[in-house]
């Protein structure tokens, strides 16, 4: 790996994984019903690594998401991020590990709605103490990269579900995070928006930020270095992406003649 | 490649380059440049069927060149081309069919083929979001082309998530 630490502080050498968990799991219990989301997950994100997430619905994608952003407590098990053990620090704790290092999207945007696009897509950076001057030039830098700098203004809830989850996805790149956890993030957008939100997550991963994504869409998990297939709560499957070589010269080569 | 010749040739007579020109210039880069010998074949086993007609035309300058046109049997089987539904796009029945016999057989273990044909997928995914990338998006017929394919290779991919949810 040639890349170097995109920011902030550098972190003990014995690992040169951004991200790595061991023998993760994570049970749900309620009214006496064990669910086993997370069965013993082994993986590792490198600095500056681009790694989908695939696998069937109910297979644990997004809970093991939720895990690794410290929104929801392991239950056995170890996270290590930046070389630290994460997995039993305190929700304080973790709110600071993410306002620092990881940005989030969510299925489910989870905007502020009593504030502006603008208001929201500024409030991370300025909870990590950049100045207010910078924090609106990096958010007008995204909202105009995703199409949405006439949206600045608006309340979330005036915006179309696309919007809002560029809005999102705008607010998880404010930090310029070492790693961006995404879920699902162009599940609402048609194809010329997800082309627009592509190129900002292949300029976010050139620029050396980590992004570990949950996606069904086979366009974005294509760009990826790697691909999880998580299935029933296990990792099925982990391989590079490897274009299939001497195929697809031009458009020409997509179509098939018959007759 | 027939039906398009005889779909050119009811606009107007043409000779074989003309034809291949037409194509490449309708299509642009959406179309793999046709072969000049393989519209030379077409087109003679066109006139076999009595779908077209050719005649010499004398150059001055030139060799005599040979130009087609429909005739009226050309014409009535480019209308029922034109009319009938086209297939509807197969699955991948090959894979589908080592999928549910090489276990039988003993051959291979279904997650490893779904994990290596997922891969296989992914790859050529990569390399129609490239082409894409690389795609003028002025040229809306490659455009719309690269579209359809990556719409069938995710419904691929989809499709391969559901045996992997049924049979596993």
Redesign the interface.
């Known amino acids: 790996m040639s890349r170097s630490a995109p920011k902030g502080l550098p972190w003990p050498a014995e690992s040169s994984a951004l991200l790595r968990t061991s023998k993760l799991v994570k049970v749900y219990r309620a009214d006496g019903v064990t669910v086993e989301a997370v069965r013993g997950v082994d993986i590792e994100v490198a600095i500056g690594e681009f790694v989908a997430i695939m696998g069937p619905s109910g297979s644990g994608k997004s809970t093991l998401l939720h895990v690794l952003g410290g929104l929801e407590p392991a239950t056995s098990g170890e996270i290590w991020l930046r070389g630290q053990r994460v997995d039993r620090l305190s929700k304080a704790a973790w709110a600071v590990l993410r306002r620092q290092h990881i940005g989030f999207v969510f299925q489910f945007f989870n905007l502020l709605s009593n504030m502006t696009v603008a208001d929201n897509v500024e409030l991370p950076a300025l909870l990590a103490g950049v100045t207010p001057r910078q924090a609106r030039k990096r958010r007008e830098e995204l909202l105009a990269e995703l199409g949405i700098a006439d949206k600045a203004g608006a309340a979330p809830a005036r915006l179309s579900g696309g919007e809002q989850q560029r809005v999102a996805l705008a607010r998880a790149l404010a930090n310029e995070p070492s790693l961006l956890l995404a879920d699902e993030p162009t599940g609402n957008l048609d194809s010329s928006n997800t082309r627009d939100v592509l190129r900002l997550l292949r300029r976010a991963h050139a620029g050396g930020q980590a992004i570990l994504m949950v996606t069904h869409d086979a366009r974005v998990a294509s760009l990826a270095d790697r691909v999880i297939n998580l299935f029933d709560g296990m990792v099925a499957d982990d391989a590079r992406i490897v274009p299939i070589p001497r195929r697809m010269n031009g458009v020409g080569d997509v179509l098939e003649l018959r007759g | 490649?027939?039906?398009?010749l005889l779909a050119l040739l009811a606009k107007e007579p043409a000779h074989g380059y003309e034809l291949k020109l037409a194509l490449e210039q309708t299509?642009g880069?959406?179309?793999?440049?046709p072969n000049i010998g393989q519209i030379y074949v077409t087109l003679k086993r066109l006139e076999q069927d009595g779908l077209v007609r050719s005649e010499d035309v004398e150059q001055t300058t030139r060799p005599n060149k040979r130009v087609y046109e429909l005739t009226p049997a050309g014409r009535e089987a480019l209308r029922a081309w034109v009319g009938e539904p086209s297939d509807g796009p197969r699955v991948r029945d090959e894979f589908f069919i080592k999928l549910i016999l090489a276990p039988m057989a003993g051959l291979a273990d279904r997650?490893e083929l779904m994990?290596s044909q997922?891969?296989?997928?992914?790859?050529?995914?990569?390399?129609?979001?490239?082409?894409q990338a690389d795609?003028d998006p002025a040229?809306t017929t490659?455009r719309l082309?690269?579209?359809g394919?990556?719409l069938h290779?995710?419904a691929d991919?989809?499709w391969l998530?559901?045996c992997?949810?049924e049979l596993?």
């Open positions: 490649m027939r039906q398009p299509f880069s959406a179309y793999p440049s997650m994990n997922r891969r296989h997928y992914l790859g050529i995914m990569r390399n129609l979001t490239e082409l795609t040229d490659a082309l690269i579209e394919a990556v290779l995710q991919l989809d998530e559901r992997q949810e596993v």
